[in-house]
């Protein structure tokens, strides 16, 4: 049966996800993140409200804000993408059994500081051979054993420092797969497009 309002139940979701994607707090997106950031406090999702406890934040110290949304909460739901499978956090966000709740939410921990560990390696090697090419307009970072899952965080952490377009590529036996990310008003994608033909596909 409709109930009028669960809606509002959901806006926590909505906030998040607003959040994680970096789309702009204005307008009506401003509002959105508003009343989610309210409703998150009171979660109706046992398995999100888990994973709040997990992560160290506790809303009668602080009520939650944008950072709790981008560093805290969204990081840990995007790791499961990037080094197992998304469906562990959406199973996660699904769980209505505490015990399950508490467990999933100690795993998409546990993997979210796997990814920072694996992040800063791979930034730390792909730092490594960025220094012998930094008078390039466009850096071409290639490396083994990168997982593809975080390829993206690391260009964009490069691209940022060094100012310049910045493509991170895991080598295979045989081919080249990976993330870029541009800096400034540099278009990176029309770039790939001058090199398609050298391109299985990108996008």
Known sequence: NYVLGWEK??????AIGNVADCHSLLGENRILVK???????????LGLRELVKVSGV???KAPADSYTLGFVIAPRINAAGRLEHANVALDLLLEDNLEQAVSGANELDKINQRRQQLTKTVLSEAKEKGELILERKILVLVGEGWPKGIMGLVAGKLAEEYYKPVIVLERTEQLCTGSARTAGEFDIIEALKF?????????
């Open 9 to 14: 139940w959901l806006l926590d979701l909505v």
């Open 195 to 203: 090199s398609s033909e050298h391109l299985l596909k990108f996008g």
């Open 58 to 60: 506790d809303f009668n």
């Open 35 to 45: 009343y989610g950031l309210k409703v998150l406090q009171k979660t109706k999702w």
